[in-house]
Protein backbone atom coordinates (compact mmCIF):
# COMPACT_ATOMS: atom_id res chain seq x y z
CA UNK A 1 0.00 0.00 0.00
CA UNK A 2 1.33 3.47 -0.81
CA UNK A 3 2.77 5.04 2.35
CA UNK A 4 2.08 8.78 1.83
CA UNK A 5 5.15 9.70 4.32
CA UNK A 6 7.50 8.27 1.97
CA UNK A 7 6.49 10.43 -1.00
CA UNK A 8 9.34 11.69 -3.11
CA UNK A 9 7.72 14.74 -3.28
CA UNK A 10 4.95 15.99 -0.70
CA UNK A 11 2.52 17.51 -2.86
CA UNK A 12 -1.02 15.89 -3.66
CA UNK A 13 -3.36 17.30 -6.10
CA UNK A 14 -6.79 18.56 -4.31
CA UNK A 15 -9.51 16.52 -5.96
CA UNK A 16 -11.15 18.87 -7.65
CA UNK A 17 -15.05 17.97 -9.00
CA UNK A 18 -15.92 19.76 -11.95
CA UNK A 19 -13.84 19.10 -14.45
CA UNK A 20 -10.63 20.67 -13.10
CA UNK A 21 -8.63 17.98 -12.73
CA UNK A 22 -7.97 15.57 -16.28
CA UNK A 23 -5.63 13.40 -16.68
CA UNK A 24 -2.52 16.04 -17.89
CA UNK A 25 -2.68 17.47 -14.91
CA UNK A 26 -2.74 14.34 -12.95
CA UNK A 27 0.10 12.58 -14.38
CA UNK A 28 2.14 15.84 -14.54
CA UNK A 29 1.62 16.33 -10.31
CA UNK A 30 2.48 12.13 -10.25
CA UNK A 31 5.58 12.42 -12.72
CA UNK A 32 6.56 15.21 -10.66
CA UNK A 33 6.99 12.78 -7.17
CA UNK A 34 3.20 13.84 -5.73
CA UNK A 35 -0.15 11.96 -6.27
CA UNK A 36 -2.62 13.40 -8.89
CA UNK A 37 -6.12 12.92 -8.08
CA UNK A 38 -9.53 13.08 -9.74
CA UNK A 39 -12.87 14.39 -7.92
CA UNK A 40 -15.42 12.65 -9.32
CA UNK A 41 -18.49 13.37 -7.16
CA UNK A 42 -20.75 13.53 -9.90
CA UNK A 43 -19.27 11.34 -12.54
CA UNK A 44 -20.54 8.36 -14.40
CA UNK A 45 -18.73 5.32 -13.99
CA UNK A 46 -17.99 5.79 -17.61
CA UNK A 47 -16.10 8.87 -17.49
CA UNK A 48 -14.27 7.51 -14.03
CA UNK A 49 -13.24 4.46 -15.99
CA UNK A 50 -11.60 6.58 -18.55
CA UNK A 51 -10.06 9.25 -16.40
CA UNK A 52 -8.26 6.75 -14.38
CA UNK A 53 -7.24 4.03 -17.51
CA UNK A 54 -6.28 7.59 -19.40
CA UNK A 55 -4.08 9.07 -16.56
CA UNK A 56 -2.12 5.71 -16.24
CA UNK A 57 -0.93 5.78 -19.98
CA UNK A 58 0.44 9.07 -18.91
CA UNK A 59 2.33 8.19 -15.17
CA UNK A 60 2.85 5.17 -13.32
CA UNK A 61 2.66 7.42 -10.52
CA UNK A 62 0.49 7.43 -7.86
CA UNK A 63 -3.57 8.08 -8.33
CA UNK A 64 -6.52 8.88 -5.85
CA UNK A 65 -9.93 8.89 -6.85
CA UNK A 66 -12.16 10.95 -4.70
CA UNK A 67 -16.10 11.35 -3.86
CA UNK A 68 -18.40 12.59 -1.88
CA UNK A 69 -20.12 10.62 0.97
CA UNK A 70 -23.85 12.07 0.54
CA UNK A 71 -26.37 11.78 3.45
CA UNK A 72 -30.02 10.89 2.80
CA UNK A 73 -32.07 14.02 2.35
CA UNK A 74 -35.62 14.06 3.43
CA UNK A 75 -37.53 15.53 0.75
CA UNK A 76 -38.54 19.58 1.74
CA UNK A 77 -41.94 20.54 1.60
CA UNK A 78 -43.83 22.15 -1.41
CA UNK A 79 -42.90 25.94 0.33
CA UNK A 80 -39.66 25.30 1.08
CA UNK A 81 -39.27 24.49 -2.69
CA UNK A 82 -41.10 26.97 -4.12
CA UNK A 83 -39.38 29.38 -2.02
CA UNK A 84 -35.94 28.56 -3.13
CA UNK A 85 -37.11 28.28 -7.00
CA UNK A 86 -38.68 32.26 -6.07
CA UNK A 87 -35.27 33.54 -4.75
CA UNK A 88 -33.73 32.22 -8.13
CA UNK A 89 -36.26 33.51 -10.28
CA UNK A 90 -35.72 37.39 -9.12
CA UNK A 91 -32.26 37.41 -10.04
CA UNK A 92 -31.74 39.36 -12.53
CA UNK A 93 -30.22 37.25 -14.72
CA UNK A 94 -33.42 35.00 -13.98
CA UNK A 95 -34.54 35.05 -17.50
CA UNK A 96 -31.54 33.54 -19.42
CA UNK A 97 -32.15 29.96 -17.14
CA UNK A 98 -34.04 27.24 -15.95
CA UNK A 99 -34.87 26.13 -12.44
CA UNK A 100 -34.52 22.38 -12.03
CA UNK A 101 -36.72 20.61 -10.02
CA UNK A 102 -34.92 18.03 -8.14
CA UNK A 103 -36.42 14.75 -8.26
CA UNK A 104 -35.05 11.91 -6.76
CA UNK A 105 -32.11 9.85 -6.90
CA UNK A 106 -30.64 13.20 -5.39
CA UNK A 107 -27.36 11.76 -5.96
CA UNK A 108 -25.18 9.48 -7.86
CA UNK A 109 -24.76 5.83 -6.59
CA UNK A 110 -21.84 5.74 -4.86
CA UNK A 111 -21.39 1.77 -4.98
CA UNK A 112 -21.79 2.20 -9.57
CA UNK A 113 -19.05 4.77 -9.14
CA UNK A 114 -17.01 2.60 -7.18
CA UNK A 115 -16.91 -0.28 -10.00
CA UNK A 116 -14.18 1.28 -12.42
CA UNK A 117 -11.60 2.10 -8.62
CA UNK A 118 -11.69 -1.52 -7.91
CA UNK A 119 -10.74 -2.45 -11.72
CA UNK A 120 -8.66 0.18 -12.32
CA UNK A 121 -7.13 0.10 -8.80
CA UNK A 122 -5.23 3.93 -7.83
CA UNK A 123 -3.11 4.60 -5.31
CA UNK A 124 -5.58 5.96 -3.19
CA UNK A 125 -9.31 6.36 -2.13
CA UNK A 126 -10.20 9.41 -0.60
CA UNK A 127 -13.67 11.06 1.09
CA UNK A 128 -14.89 13.96 1.48
CA UNK A 129 -18.80 15.03 3.66
CA UNK A 130 -18.29 12.25 5.99
CA UNK A 131 -16.85 7.98 6.24
CA UNK A 132 -17.56 5.55 3.96
CA UNK A 133 -19.07 2.36 4.63
CA UNK A 134 -17.16 0.17 6.55
CA UNK A 135 -17.53 -2.74 3.75
CA UNK A 136 -15.90 0.25 1.44
CA UNK A 137 -12.40 0.26 3.17
CA UNK A 138 -11.81 -3.05 3.44
CA UNK A 139 -12.63 -3.50 -0.18
CA UNK A 140 -9.78 -0.83 -0.84
CA UNK A 141 -7.86 -2.55 1.95
CA UNK A 142 -8.05 -5.76 0.41
CA UNK A 143 -6.91 -4.33 -3.55
CA UNK A 144 -4.31 -2.62 -1.21
CA UNK A 145 -5.77 0.83 -1.98
CA UNK A 146 -5.10 3.41 0.24
CA UNK A 147 -7.85 5.14 2.66
CA UNK A 148 -8.06 8.68 3.42
CA UNK A 149 -11.37 11.37 4.73
CA UNK A 150 -11.50 14.68 4.94
CA UNK A 151 -11.54 16.34 8.78
CA UNK A 152 -12.10 19.74 9.61
CA UNK A 153 -11.96 19.30 13.72
CA UNK A 154 -10.37 16.95 15.90
CA UNK A 155 -13.59 14.83 16.39
CA UNK A 156 -13.69 14.21 13.19
CA UNK A 157 -10.67 13.42 13.03
CA UNK A 158 -10.87 10.83 15.46
CA UNK A 159 -13.78 9.21 14.00
CA UNK A 160 -11.97 8.64 10.71
CA UNK A 161 -9.07 6.93 12.67
CA UNK A 162 -11.51 4.80 14.38
CA UNK A 163 -13.53 3.75 11.50
CA UNK A 164 -9.62 2.37 9.82
CA UNK A 165 -8.65 4.70 7.16
CA UNK A 166 -5.08 5.30 6.79
CA UNK A 167 -4.98 9.28 6.12
CA UNK A 168 -6.52 12.30 7.30
CA UNK A 169 -6.81 15.04 5.05
CA UNK A 170 -6.79 18.15 7.48
CA UNK A 171 -8.58 20.75 5.52
CA UNK A 172 -8.53 24.43 7.04
CA UNK A 173 -10.60 27.34 6.76
CA UNK A 174 -9.06 28.96 3.80
CA UNK A 175 -9.22 25.88 1.64
CA UNK A 176 -10.94 26.63 -1.53
CA UNK A 177 -14.05 24.48 -2.92
CA UNK A 178 -16.74 22.85 -0.47
CA UNK A 179 -16.00 22.44 3.41
CA UNK A 180 -15.39 18.57 4.15
CA UNK A 181 -17.22 19.21 7.46
CA UNK A 182 -19.52 15.94 8.19
CA UNK A 183 -22.47 18.29 9.22
CA UNK A 184 -22.79 21.60 7.74
CA UNK A 185 -25.66 22.71 10.53
CA UNK A 186 -23.33 22.24 13.28
CA UNK A 187 -21.32 24.73 14.80
CA UNK A 188 -17.96 25.03 13.51
CA UNK A 189 -14.64 25.39 14.41
CA UNK A 190 -13.13 27.67 11.87
CA UNK A 191 -9.73 25.99 12.32
CA UNK A 192 -7.13 27.45 10.12
CA UNK A 193 -5.00 24.84 8.31
CA UNK A 194 -1.64 25.23 10.58
CA UNK A 195 -3.68 25.34 13.69
CA UNK A 196 -5.70 21.97 12.75
CA UNK A 197 -2.71 20.71 11.35
CA UNK A 198 -0.70 20.72 14.67
CA UNK A 199 -3.72 20.39 16.56
CA UNK A 200 -4.62 16.34 14.51
CA UNK A 201 -0.63 15.53 14.98
CA UNK A 202 -0.68 16.04 18.17
CA UNK A 203 -3.97 14.11 18.88
CA UNK A 204 -4.47 10.82 15.99
CA UNK A 205 -1.59 9.06 14.87
CA UNK A 206 -2.47 8.68 11.09
CA UNK A 207 -0.77 10.27 8.43
CA UNK A 208 -1.90 13.76 7.58
CA UNK A 209 -2.65 15.84 4.38
CA UNK A 210 -2.75 19.29 5.13
CA UNK A 211 -4.97 21.55 3.06
CA UNK A 212 -6.09 24.80 2.89
CA UNK A 213 -4.28 28.15 1.44
CA UNK A 214 -1.21 26.24 0.56
CA UNK A 215 0.01 27.91 -2.77
CA UNK A 216 4.28 28.19 -2.34
CA UNK A 217 7.26 26.13 -0.91
CA UNK A 218 6.75 28.05 2.38
CA UNK A 219 3.61 27.28 2.79
CA UNK A 220 4.28 23.84 2.68
CA UNK A 221 6.82 23.89 4.67
CA UNK A 222 5.29 25.24 7.17
CA UNK A 223 2.57 23.03 7.31
CA UNK A 224 4.70 20.00 7.66
CA UNK A 225 6.68 21.82 10.25
CA UNK A 226 3.32 21.22 11.73
CA UNK A 227 3.24 17.76 11.42
CA UNK A 228 2.01 17.35 7.95
CA UNK A 229 3.38 14.38 5.84
CA UNK A 230 2.35 16.47 2.79
CA UNK A 231 0.39 19.29 1.43
CA UNK A 232 -2.89 19.39 -0.87
CA UNK A 233 -2.57 22.19 -3.23
CA UNK A 234 -6.11 22.64 -5.50
CA UNK A 235 -5.98 26.52 -6.55
CA UNK A 236 -2.51 26.59 -6.90
CA UNK A 237 -2.93 24.46 -10.03
CA UNK A 238 -6.13 25.67 -11.52
CA UNK A 239 -4.38 27.74 -13.67
CA UNK A 240 -2.01 25.52 -14.88
CA UNK A 241 -3.02 25.04 -18.90
CA UNK A 242 -3.63 21.19 -17.65
CA UNK A 243 -6.35 21.57 -15.57
CA UNK A 244 -10.08 21.57 -17.00
CA UNK A 245 -11.00 25.14 -16.04
CA UNK A 246 -12.54 26.81 -18.80
CA UNK A 247 -10.99 29.82 -20.00
CA UNK A 248 -12.81 32.48 -18.79
CA UNK A 249 -13.02 30.82 -15.51
CA UNK A 250 -9.03 31.05 -15.45
CA UNK A 251 -8.73 34.94 -16.51
CA UNK A 252 -11.54 35.76 -14.11
CA UNK A 253 -8.95 33.67 -11.11
CA UNK A 254 -6.46 35.57 -12.07
CA UNK A 255 -7.87 39.36 -13.00
CA UNK A 256 -10.31 39.63 -9.88
CA UNK A 257 -8.14 37.71 -7.39
CA UNK A 258 -8.07 40.88 -5.40
CA UNK A 259 -11.72 39.96 -4.57
CA UNK A 260 -12.71 38.50 -1.00
CA UNK A 261 -13.19 34.74 -0.93
CA UNK A 262 -16.22 33.73 0.95
CA UNK A 263 -18.38 30.82 2.21
CA UNK A 264 -21.74 30.59 0.08
CA UNK A 265 -24.42 27.84 0.53
CA UNK A 266 -26.02 29.27 -2.12
CA UNK A 267 -24.46 27.26 -5.29
CA UNK A 268 -25.09 23.82 -3.34
CA UNK A 269 -26.53 23.97 -0.37
CA UNK A 270 -23.41 23.09 1.78
CA UNK A 271 -20.67 25.96 2.82
CA UNK A 272 -17.70 26.52 -0.08
CA UNK A 273 -15.28 29.07 -0.03
CA UNK A 274 -15.02 31.06 -3.64
CA UNK A 275 -14.41 34.27 -5.22
CA UNK A 276 -17.60 36.63 -4.27
CA UNK A 277 -19.54 37.63 -7.10
CA UNK A 278 -23.13 38.75 -8.03
CA UNK A 279 -24.38 35.18 -7.28
CA UNK A 280 -22.91 35.36 -3.95
CA UNK A 281 -24.09 38.33 -3.22
CA UNK A 282 -27.56 38.28 -3.84
CA UNK A 283 -28.31 35.49 -2.20
CA UNK A 284 -27.51 36.30 0.68
CA UNK A 285 -30.14 35.47 3.18
CA UNK A 286 -32.37 33.84 0.90
CA UNK A 287 -34.32 30.66 1.23
CA UNK A 288 -32.49 27.42 0.06
CA UNK A 289 -32.86 23.64 -0.58
CA UNK A 290 -30.85 21.16 1.84
CA UNK A 291 -27.62 19.96 0.23
CA UNK A 292 -27.29 18.59 -2.90
CA UNK A 293 -31.17 19.78 -3.85
CA UNK A 294 -29.49 23.37 -4.20
CA UNK A 295 -26.93 21.89 -6.39
CA UNK A 296 -29.41 20.56 -8.80
CA UNK A 297 -31.74 23.71 -8.22
CA UNK A 298 -28.99 25.71 -9.45
CA UNK A 299 -28.08 23.34 -12.53
CA UNK A 300 -29.35 25.36 -14.82
CA UNK A 301 -28.46 29.00 -13.89
CA UNK A 302 -24.72 26.99 -13.41
CA UNK A 303 -24.86 25.85 -17.19
CA UNK A 304 -25.83 28.88 -18.88
CA UNK A 305 -23.29 31.06 -16.76
CA UNK A 306 -20.62 28.56 -17.87
CA UNK A 307 -21.45 28.04 -21.26
CA UNK A 308 -21.81 31.96 -21.61
CA UNK A 309 -18.65 32.98 -19.65
CA UNK A 310 -20.25 34.47 -17.12
CA UNK A 311 -18.65 34.25 -14.02
CA UNK A 312 -20.55 36.74 -11.66
CA UNK A 313 -22.97 33.25 -11.91
CA UNK A 314 -21.00 30.90 -11.66
CA UNK A 315 -19.25 28.53 -8.67
CA UNK A 316 -15.17 30.40 -8.54
CA UNK A 317 -14.45 28.13 -5.91
CA UNK A 318 -10.86 29.17 -4.80
CA UNK A 319 -8.70 29.50 -1.30
CA UNK A 320 -7.35 32.29 0.02
CA UNK A 321 -4.43 32.08 -1.58
CA UNK A 322 -5.30 32.87 -4.73
CA UNK A 323 -3.71 36.24 -5.24
CA UNK A 324 -0.95 34.17 -5.75
CA UNK A 325 -2.49 32.04 -8.63
CA UNK A 326 0.46 31.53 -11.53
CA UNK A 327 -0.32 30.51 -14.76
CA UNK A 328 2.50 27.76 -15.13
CA UNK A 329 2.52 24.19 -16.63
CA UNK A 330 1.91 21.79 -14.01
CA UNK A 331 5.69 20.52 -14.38
CA UNK A 332 7.01 23.88 -14.18
CA UNK A 333 4.84 24.41 -11.31
CA UNK A 334 5.88 21.15 -9.58
CA UNK A 335 9.69 21.73 -10.16
CA UNK A 336 8.98 25.36 -8.77
CA UNK A 337 7.61 23.91 -5.35
CA UNK A 338 10.33 21.24 -5.09
CA UNK A 339 12.70 23.71 -5.42
CA UNK A 340 11.24 26.07 -3.09
CA UNK A 341 11.08 22.99 -0.58
CA UNK A 342 14.51 21.98 -1.11
CA UNK A 343 15.68 25.73 0.07
CA UNK A 344 13.39 25.44 2.81
CA UNK A 345 14.48 22.66 4.77
CA UNK A 346 18.25 23.46 3.64
CA UNK A 347 17.87 26.55 5.59
CA UNK A 348 16.76 25.47 8.44
CA UNK A 349 19.37 23.33 9.10
C1 LIG B 1 -12.51 24.05 -7.59
C2 LIG B 1 -12.42 23.17 -6.37
C3 LIG B 1 -13.14 21.99 -6.31
C4 LIG B 1 -13.02 21.14 -5.20
N1 LIG B 1 -13.66 19.92 -5.21
C5 LIG B 1 -13.38 19.00 -4.23
C6 LIG B 1 -13.83 17.66 -4.33
O1 LIG B 1 -14.52 17.28 -5.29
N2 LIG B 1 -13.49 16.80 -3.35
C7 LIG B 1 -12.71 17.16 -2.27
O2 LIG B 1 -12.41 16.33 -1.42
N3 LIG B 1 -12.27 18.44 -2.15
C8 LIG B 1 -12.58 19.34 -3.12
N4 LIG B 1 -12.07 20.63 -3.03
C9 LIG B 1 -11.30 21.00 -1.82
C10 LIG B 1 -9.85 20.54 -1.96
O3 LIG B 1 -9.74 19.16 -1.75
C11 LIG B 1 -8.90 21.21 -0.95
O4 LIG B 1 -9.40 21.07 0.34
C12 LIG B 1 -8.69 22.67 -1.27
O5 LIG B 1 -8.51 22.90 -2.63
C13 LIG B 1 -7.48 23.17 -0.53
O6 LIG B 1 -7.45 24.56 -0.53
P1 LIG B 1 -6.77 25.45 -1.69
O7 LIG B 1 -7.75 25.46 -2.79
O8 LIG B 1 -6.59 26.76 -1.01
O9 LIG B 1 -5.48 24.76 -2.07
C14 LIG B 1 -12.20 21.51 -4.10
C15 LIG B 1 -11.50 22.71 -4.18
C16 LIG B 1 -11.58 23.54 -5.28
C17 LIG B 1 -10.78 24.81 -5.31
Same mark, same amino acid.
Given at each position: MLDLTQLR??? !??????????????????????? !?GSFGFAYSTPEAIERCLAETKQLSAGPLNANFFVFSDVSEPGA??????QAALRALSAAGSFD !????????????????????????EVLTFHFGIPDEAIIQRAHQLDICVGVTATCISEALAIQAAGADFIVAQGWEAGGHRGCFDPNKPDDALDTGVLTALLAEKVSLPIVAAGGLMMAADIARVIDKGA???????????CPEAGTSPTHRRFLLEESGRETTFTWA???????GIRNAFMQAMEGQPLLPFPLQNTLTGGLRGWAGASGNCEYQSVWAGTGVPALQELPATQLMDQLVSGLKKEFSLQR
Amino acid at each position: MLDLTQLRTPI !VLAPMAGGFNTPALAAAVAEGGG !VGSFGFAYSTPEAIERCLAETKQLSAGPLNANFFVFSDVSEPGADQYQHAQAALRALSAAGSFD !VKWPTPPFFPDLAAQLEPVWQQRPEVLTFHFGIPDEAIIQRAHQLDICVGVTATCISEALAIQAAGADFIVAQGWEAGGHRGCFDPNKPDDALDTGVLTALLAEKVSLPIVAAGGLMMAADIARVIDKGACAAQLGTAFLACPEAGTSPTHRRFLLEESGRETTFTWAFSGRPARGIRNAFMQAMEGQPLLPFPLQNTLTGGLRGWAGASGNCEYQSVWAGTGVPALQELPATQLMDQLVSGLKKEFSLQR
